[in-house]
């Protein structure tokens, strides 16, 4: 499974089936409870305005966009879940069961005579004086976005409640 970054960088890249076909573009994030990436929402349409779930277990990049072993056909009719909010246990399980195993994506042949091609480089460094080729500047620009996210708020509050007296007795607070 490709780690945060790598998928953090995967946002807004075109998402292609295990057979190359285009199926959409890489939109939200899912983290796991151990803080991984395991699903991606996937957005579709003219608009973009409907957003499919795809595990991102098999994931690997391909040229500028990113690979999933899924067919488009799986990704556009997998089950609808609310992009807002946590998944839940049951639609985890609705997804892992709409999508099963991965396939394995290969490059190449596939079969009992598939091959594959191993290439080493070999790589020499020399030294050379330093010779200017243009001046640059970096600018620091603030880029604002607004982003609703729904965030759980605890509290503590105090009651008094009132209980009567042992034994039925009316205590006077003035008299002791």
Do not use: C
Request: hydrophobic share 30%; glycine share 8%.
């Amino acid at each position: 499974m490709p780690d945060l970054d790598t998928v953090l960088a995967w946002r807004g890249k075109t998402v292609v089936d295990r057979e190359g076909e285009k199926a959409g573009t890489l939109g939200a994030l899912y983290l796991d409870e151990n803080d991984r990436p395991a699903y991606a929402g996937v957005q579709t349409g003219l608009f973009k305005r409907r957003e499919s779930m795809v595990p991102l277990d098999g994931a690997r990049p391909l040229g500028d966009d990113v690979q999933v072993p899924y067919t488009v056909e799986e990704i556009h009719s997998a089950p609808h879940v609310d992009a807002d909010v946590n998944l839940t246990d049951e639609e985890q399980d609705t997804l892992a069961s709409h999508y099963g195993e991965p396939t394995q994506i290969l490059s190449g042949d596939e079969g009992p005579e598939a091959e594959m091609v191993r290439s080493e480089e070999e790589v020499s460094f020399d030294v050379a004086p330093a010779k200017p080729r243009e001046r640059v500047r970096l600018r620091k620009h603030t880029v604002v976005e607004h982003v609703e996210k729904t965030v759980p708020v605890r509290r503590e509050e105090v009651r008094l409640e009132h209980e009567p007296p042992p034994d039925g007795k009316i205590v006077d607070v003035k008299d002791g």
